[in-house]
């Protein structure tokens, strides 16, 4: 069965430190998604990616964050500078379709800011 | 400011009996509704999806859906220890659809 696949699982880094975090989403899906959940709170919406460009975005993607498309099958997201508060797990979703249709999860990956 | 709220819990029911979770959501003009499960450390797993207000049936689950009074709930039949989880509730609104998220219920069935 198809599935989104993300790397690492996980991954550890110093504040101020660059990461990426790797996606490869479903391959007939059109809509990609960046989501993250910090330990015990719910799942929060960050991007979403259609059409190699970012169709919306939350507060909580500011200039620290960028994603992107660099080849038919990858997805990323980028945090430039890591601060304590980014530490969460970071879950890539991807769907057919914006409308009427379900996201699939990936299965994270845990990013710790030291 | 969409919002979408569910009850923490938790909710524990016996082995075998109905759990019954609820969700509320303040966008009127919502249009797609979706349950997750998450167990704790991974992912959130498709449940079930709905659009259409009445009943969904798929195998022991029931997704209901009541636009007007902007409720949604799943039902859980011959709950299962395995069935103990969090079940997000997550609504999708606005031009883009895109699925914001409630806090979640955890549901605990005990044997």
């Known amino acids: 069965e198809p599935e989104v696949t993300q790397t690492p699982s996980h991954q550890v880094t110093q504040m101020g430190q660059e990461v990426i975090l790797r996606c490869v989403p479903i391959?007939?899906?059109?809509?990609f998604y960046w989501y993250r959940q910090i330990l015990g709170q719910k799942v929060e919406f960050l991007v979403s990616?259609?059409?190699?460009?970012?169709?919306?975005k939350s507060e909580i993607f500011d200039d620290q964050f960028s994603v992107e498309r660099p080849d038919g099958s990858n997805f990323t997201l980028k945090i430039r500078s890591t601060k304590l508060e980014d530490s969460a797990m970071y879950f890539c979703?991807?769907?057919?379709?914006?409308?009427?249709?379900?996201?699939?999860f990936g299965q994270g990956t845990r990013l710790t800011v030291v | 400011q969409k919002e979408v709220e569910q009850n923490s819990g938790p909710l524990s029911v016996p082995e075998g009996a109905i759990a019954s979770l609820n969700c509320t959501y303040s966008?009127?003009?919502?249009?797609?509704f979706f349950w997750y499960r998450q167990y704790s450390g991974k992912s959130p797993e498709l449940i079930m999806s709905?659009?259409?207000?009445g009943d969904k049936e798929d195998g022991r689950f029931t997704a209901q859906l009541n636009k007007a009074s902007q409720y949604v709930s799943l039902l859980i039949r011959d709950s299962q220890p395995s069935d103990s989880a969090t079940y997000l509730c997550?609504?999708?609104?606005?031009?883009?659809?895109?699925?914001?998220f409630g806090r979640g219920t955890s549901l605990i069935v005990h044997p």
């Open positions: 979703a991807s769907s057919v379709s914006g409308r009427y249709t379900e996201a699939f």
């Open positions: 391959s007939n899906h059109l809509y």
């Open positions: 990616f259609y059409n190699n460009e970012i169709s919306e």
């Open positions: 966008d009127r003009g919502s249009q797609s």
């Open positions: 709905i659009y259409s207000n």
């Open positions: 997550a609504v999708g609104s606005g031009g883009s659809y895109i699925p914001t």
